[in-house]
């Protein structure tokens, strides 16, 4: 095991800045295919993987996270993807080897990750999605990480037995929900979620995904509550999209029409970030990380906010930096010169440069939830006759 100061002695001690989003990263990169989003790159394009770990490293992160997002077994073999080739033990293992090789590089601890599978989704029960977190925490202990992630659950009851399973591993564990304040998919409330995972076992409690940092962070606020009033006390981890959501259903971003190939109008600036990092902190959060669409200068923006209470640590990548806008003083135009000041860049209202285009979206709504027929996975391809039905459907529910 790892001599490092472990997760929750950093946690206790100060911040943890997490790492951030790979898959939608690396699918702009060409090495992961939108859709099915599994993590085939750790093999097939292995340096593109490190090279990733290694930014977000030099903008300051304190974790390496493995890329293992979607690489259970039947995630693999989801709806004919070829990923399954590989296996996920081959898929796992040769993403704890690349995480490993980069936070060595840095004081970082290694992180090993499962979330919500097919199984849960077409209803095959407790031991059958069990199963499949086993297989994933077999490779991670095997490979000493340093502590576990649950992560991207939309429903309580699964975020619970992944919980189960990866504390009989004896590493610290921590959970994360994709949910919002309506709380999961089948309505039970943030502060129940937190309570409930607290029970089962979690060291960390939060949210990750489908929602931007503010949204995110007003769920937090919500499972704090809930902790506090069942007298529970546990550390809270926030690691939200790149993307502004305000206009976000239940589902979050994957109902937006633009999801996932045209989110690029509402991408944080890196001043929101500082404001997240912020606001985050000041609400006791203390594992402040990213999700989806965050890229390394997020993550930096998110460690230079921070940079007192990390002890004055600057990020490697800082150093080509100037905070708030202060290498601008180099700029040769006069006018630019002039915004090399915090309170310019903190007030700015950035436009989008699309006239023609509204600033939110109506999302799609169309209430499937976990067992239903529509979202049972099968390891067939989606044929052409399912995708038209489909779109009948979206057609009627527009």
């Excluded at 296996?87 to 980069?102: D, P, Q, S």
């Excluded at 919980?163 to 009989?168: I, M, T």
């Amino acid at each position: 095991m790892s001599s490092k100061r472990g997760i929750m002695q950093r946690l206790d001690e100060g911040v943890v800045i997490g790492d951030g989003g790979f898959v939608f990263e690396l699918e702009k990169r060409g090495v992961v295919k939108a859709g099915p989003w599994t993590p085939e790159a750790v093999i097939e394009n292995p340096e593109a993987v490190r090279e990733l770990h290694r930014e977000f490293l030099r903008a300051g992160a304190d974790v390496m996270q493995s890329f293992t997002f979607y690489a259970s077994d039947d995630k693999l073999e989801n709806r004919a993807n070829k990923a399954a080739v590989h296996g996920g033990r081959t898929v796992n293992e040769a993403a704890c080897v690349l995480a490993k090789e980069v936070a060595a590089e840095g004081d970082c601890l290694v992180l090993g990750g499962i979330c919500q599978t097919p199984a849960y989704l077409s209803g095959l029960g407790e031991e059958k999605v069990k199963s499949q977190y086993r297989a994933q925490m077999d490779v991670f202990t095997k490979h000493e990480v340093d502590f576990l992630l649950a992560e991207y659950f939309e429903y309580l009851e699964e975020a619970v037995w992944a919980v189960e399973v990866l504390k009989e591993s004896g590493l610290p564990v921590a959970c994360s929900m994709c949910i919002g304040p309506e709380g999961d998919m089948h309505g039970v409330a943030p502060g129940e979620c937190a309570v409930k995972l607290a029970e089962a076992g979690a060291d960390i409690v939060g949210v990750n995904c489908h929602f931007d940092p503010f949204v995110s962070l007003q769920t937090i606020k919500l499972m704090k509550e809930g902790l506090e009033k069942a007298g529970l006390t546990r550390h809270f981890m926030c690691q939200p999209l790149g993307y502004h959501t305000p206009d976000c259903g239940k589902q979050g971003f994957i109902d937006l029409p633009e999801f996932p190939f045209a989110l690029e109008p509402r991408t944080l600036t890196r001043w929101d970030c500082h404001r997240y990092a912020r606001e985050a902190y000041n609400m006791g959060v203390r594992y402040i990380g990213s999700c989806c669409g965050m890229q390394p200068y997020h993550v930096r923006a998110i460690s230079e906010e921070l940079e007192e209470e990390r002890g004055g640590r600057v990020a490697l990548s800082s150093e080509k930096h100037g905070k708030w806008g202060d290498g601008l003083r180099q700029h040769t135009k006069p006018w630019v010169r002039a915004r090399a000041q915090r309170e310019y860049w903190e007030n700015l209202k950035p436009a989008s440069g699309r006239p023609s285009c509204a600033s939110v979206s109506s999302p799609d709504n169309w209430g499937v939830k976990a067992g239903e027929e529509e979202l049972k996975q099968k390891s067939d391809a989606t044929g052409d006759a399912e995708i038209a039905a489909l779109q009948e459907k979206q057609k009627q529910l527009a």
